[in-house]
C-alpha cells in the first residue's frame, strides 16, 4: 500500500433531497461514473476484495452529498456536505472497508455515521451495521437517507461515540471516521476477538490504524498510511 498523505474529513450531512437520479439514461450515466470510480480509483491502489468494491459499484453516492456537488459525487477527492464537514474521498472508504475484513452477517460499528455513505457501503456488503453520530442533526439526516434508500440493516443513534454501543456489542468490526489522540478502551473492549478496528490516531499527524484483538488484553496494531481527519470530539477530549 503507497505511503501517502490522504486528505480527509469526517463525513457529514446534507438537507434531504433526490436529484440526480430518475429515468433509465441517468442511472445508467450514475453507474458508469461508479465503475469507473472503483476502476480507477479504488481496485487500482490496491483494494481487491471482491465483496467491498461491487458494494461501492452499487451504493449510489451521488445521493449522500449535496446538489451543489454533485456533478463531482466520484471525484477522487472529499466534498464539502455541510456542517463544515465532508464525505471522505472514495479510495479511503474502500480501503478502510477492506481492512475491517468483515463478511454478511457481521456486525460492524461505525463511530462517525456523518452522511450514511460509509454504513450505507457496509450495509450493502450484508453487514448489521450499528453507527453513531455525534452531531444530532446529522444522525436525523443520514437516518432519513438511509431508510429511504432501502438500507434496513443500519442502526442509527445521536450521540456520543466514545462509549460505544455496548448494547449491542460484540463487533466483528469497529471503523472510526474522525481522529482521537488515543483510542477508547470502551470500544477495544466492545471489538469481538479476531475482529478488527480501523481508526485514524493522532493529533495533527495521524496514522491510519489497524487494531486486531486476539484475546481480552491482547490487541496488536499496524500502522496503514499518514491520514488527515478531523478530530473525535465530545468525552474523548475528556478522557486522559
Known amino acids: 500500500m503507497p505511503s501517502v498523505l490522504v486528505m480527509l474529513a469526517l463525513a457529514g450531512g446534507w438537507s434531504w433531497g433526490c436529484g440526480g437520479g430518475g429515468t433509465a439514461d441517468q442511472e445508467t450515466y450514475w453507474a458508469k461514473l461508479r465503475d469507473d470510480m472503483v476502476a480507477t480509483q479504488i481496485a487500482a491502489r490496491g483494494v481487491?476484495?471482491?465483496t467491498v468494491l461491487t458494494?461501492?459499484?452499487t451504493v449510489p453516492r451521488h445521493l449522500f452529498v449535496p446538489p451543489e456537488v454533485r456533478a463531482e459525487a466520484y471525484a477522487d477527492h472529499p466534498l464539502p456536505i455541510g456542517e463544515g464537514q465532508t464525505i471522505s474521498q472514495p479510495y479511503i472508504v474502500g480501503l478502510m472497508t477492506e481492512l475491517l475484513e468483515v463478511k454478511p452477517g457481521d456486525r460492524v460499528l461505525e463511530?462517525?455515521?456523518g452522511s450514511g455513505y460509509q454504513a450505507a457501503v457496509l450495509a450493502a456488503m450484508g453487514c448489521e451495521v450499528y453507527t453513531i453520530e455525534i452531531r444530532?442533526?446529522?444522525a436525523h439526516e443520514a437516518d432519513k437517507r438511509l431508510?429511504?434508500?432501502g438500507y434496513k440493516n443500519v442502526h442509527v443513534r445521536a450521540g456520543d461515540?466514545?462509549?460505544?454501543w455496548p448494547d449491542a456489542a460484540p463487533f466483528a468490526g469497529i471503523v472510526v471516521t474522525a481522529?482521537?489522540?488515543r483510542i477508547p478502551r470502551p470500544l477495544l473492549d466492545q471489538l469481538a476477538i479476531g475482529g478488527h478496528m480501523v481508526i485514524p490516531v493522532g493529533s495533527f499527524y495521524q496514522q491510519l490504524k489497524v487494531i486486531t484483538r486476539r484475546g481480552d488484553k491482547d490487541f496488536p496494531e499496524s500502522d496503514v498510511i499518514p491520514v488527515r481527519f478531523v478530530p473525535m470530539t465530545g468525552e474523548v477530549?475528556?478522557?486522559p
Not at 461515540?161 to 460505544?164: I, R, T, V
Request: aromatic share 4%; no cysteine.
Open 147 to 149: 431508510v429511504s434508500l
Open 237 to 239: 477530549e475528556r478522557r
Open 48 to 50: 481487491r476484495d471482491a
Open 136 to 138: 444530532a442533526a446529522l
Open 111 to 113: 463511530i462517525g455515521t
Open 179 to 181: 481522529a482521537p489522540e
Open 55 to 57: 458494494a461501492l459499484r
Open 161 to 164: 461515540g466514545y462509549a460505544g
